[in-house]
Every structure is written in structure tokens, then in C-alpha cells.
């Protein structure tokens, strides 16, 4: 069974720092493309970053580009997000969930999210 | 980016009844277009990939077509069950985007 499980959500303060995590069972973990997508409560999807099973390829949104830092560790099949600079509008359910490839794939397993609220 | 348009935004149907939902393109994206159910306090959930492709254990009431800009998923009796806001998703080209989501209520 494919599981996901994101933890590392939590209140930060604008200008804030947080670290997502999410562990994965059930696959194998170096093999396939991994993603972040979040989701304002009550609004829709966006994907906000990705990388390959190697971790040579990355993409970001504009949105996070240059605050947001997207890593995994295969030998413990983990991904990770690394949120800097945090803003009010980075308030969402994160989620993670995998791709079958990087380009032209959709994302077929997903964890149930983490949330972040940026708040003072 | 290409945007995504799915309408209605939100339908009351009847169980046992048809439903059907659209999706739209900005642009041409082939077939690269999935499907996801998202219960309400759920992740979503993949029913429909390469445009009219079931995903593992989505029941066959569940159905997906079209190509290029202009996509439907298709519910052919709708059950209690599948109360949910549906998505439509391109992963022809980064970034990927999602559709706002159609909210289907059963009356």
C-alpha cells in the first residue's frame, strides 16, 4: 500500500521559516518524480514545486520561487520543503503526492496535508 | 500557463441520475488531462488520467473523454457518494494548473 505522510505544518509568523516533511512507503521511493501541492481551505489546487526521483530536476511556481526549496533523501524516502520568507498568502494545506514522471504526468498518489498558517 | 475552466461551478442532482461536468483549455493540451475527487476533509483522489483513463479501483459509473481543449467527465448514476468537488488538472506543460472545481451536491 502507497502511503504519504506530511508533517511540519504549524503557526509562523510573517518573515517566518518552516520545513515540511513527508515520508513515503509503499513504492520505490528514488524512482519516481515527487510534488508539493497546496490548497487555500475552501479554494483550489496549486502545484508549488517538484523534483525527479534523483533530485537533478526542479521546477517551482513563480509564486515561491527563490523562498521555497524542494529536497529529498532517497536513502530514507523522504521528501522535503524548505518555506523561507513566508508571507499571509503562503497560508494553505500542503500536500504531497507523487508523479509517475516529471514532464506529462499527472499525480496519482497524494498524503491528507499539512497546514501552514502565516499569521502574526 | 495554461488556465483551466470547469463548469458549472457547482450542481444538485438527483441520485441515479446523469451527470456531467466540463472542462476547458486555454490551450491545446493533447490528452494530458486527469480528473480528481475531493470529498469534503479528504485529499483529492485520481479518477481519470490521459483524458478518459480510469485510475486503479474508480468504479466504471466514472467516465472521462475528450481531447485538445475540451474535456468531460461523465458520471453515469450518481451515487450518495460521490458528493464532492471534482477538478480537472493539464500536465502538458509546467506549470501544471487545475481547474477551480465543480461542486456536486446530491438533492
Known amino acids: 500500500e502507497v502511503q504519504l505522510l506530511e508533517s511540519g505544518g504549524g503557526l509562523v509568523q510573517p518573515g517566518g521559516s518552516l520545513r515540511l516533511s513527508c515520508a513515503v512507503s509503499?513504492?520505490?521511493?528514488?524512482?519516481?518524480?515527487m510534488t508539493w501541492v497546496r490548497q487555500v481551505p475552501g479554494k483550489g489546487l496549486e502545484c508549488v514545486s517538484a523534483?525527479?526521483?534523483?533530485?537533478?530536476?526542479?521546477y517551482y511556481a513563480d509564486s515561491v520561487k527563490g523562498r521555497f526549496t524542494i529536497s529529498r533523501d532517497n536513502s530514507k524516502n523522504t521528501l522535503f520543503l524548505q518555506m523561507n520568507s513566508l508571507r499571509a498568502d503562503d497560508s494553505a494545506l500542503y500536500y504531497c503526492?507523487?508523479?509517475?514522471?516529471?514532464?506529462?504526468?499527472?499525480?496519482?498518489?497524494w498524503g491528507q496535508g499539512t497546514l501552514v498558517t502565516v499569521s502574526s | 500557463e495554461i488556465v483551466m475552466t470547469q463548469s458549472p461551478a457547482a450542481l444538485s442532482v438527483s441520485p441515479g441520475e446523469r451527470v456531467t461536468l466540463s472542462c476547458r483549455a486555454s490551450?491545446?493540451?493533447?490528452?494530458?488531462l486527469a480528473w480528481y475527487q475531493q470529498k469534503p476533509g479528504q485529499a483529492p483522489r485520481l479518477l481519470i488520467f490521459?483524458?478518459?483513463t480510469r485510475a486503479t479501483d474508480i468504479p466504471t459509473r466514472f467516465s472521462g473523454s475528450g481531447s485538445g481543449t475540451d474535456f468531460t467527465l461523465t458520471i453515469s448514476s450518481l451515487q450518495s457518494e460521490d458528493l464532492a468537488v471534482y477538478y480537472c488538472?493539464?500536465?502538458?506543460?509546467?506549470?501544471?494548473?487545475f481547474g477551480q472545481g465543480t461542486k456536486v451536491e446530491v438533492k
Open positions: 503526492s507523487k508523479a509517475v514522471r516529471f514532464s506529462s504526468s499527472w499525480f496519482d498518489y
Open positions: 509503499g513504492i520505490p521511493f528514488s524512482t519516481y518524480t
Open positions: 523534483i525527479t526521483g534523483s533530485g537533478d530536476i526542479t
Open positions: 490551450q491545446d493540451v493533447t490528452i494530458d
Open positions: 490521459g483524458a478518459s
Open positions: 488538472l493539464q500536465y502538458n506543460n509546467w506549470p501544471k494548473t
